[in-house]
């Protein structure tokens, strides 16, 4: 299990439906995930930042 920041690339991303000329960070944005860029660009997630599936777990879709 990861539980560190983790460099996201474009490749990594790909199956979430990548436009023409979309950056990692604009997908990251449309699935309002938080992340960092590095002085060198590189997109950074931490899976500390992320949704917790569990807490919706037993919710009807209503719930959210």
Same mark, same amino acid.
């Given at each position: ?18 436009? /023409?000329? !979309?950056?990692? /960070? ?5 699935? !309002?995930? /938080?992340? !960092?860029? =590095? !002085? ?8 500390? =930042? ?15």
């Amino acid at each position: 299990m990861v539980s560190s920041p983790q460099v996201v690339t474009l490749d990594m991303v790909t199956m979430l439906g990548v436009g /023409a000329n !979309e950056t990692v /960070a604009d997908v990251l944005d449309g699935f !309002e995930v /938080a992340y !960092e860029v =590095d !002085e060198t660009g590189l997109v950074w997630v931490d899976p500390d =930042d992320l949704s917790v599936p569990g807490s919706v777990y037993g919710q009807g879709t209503d719930c959210l």
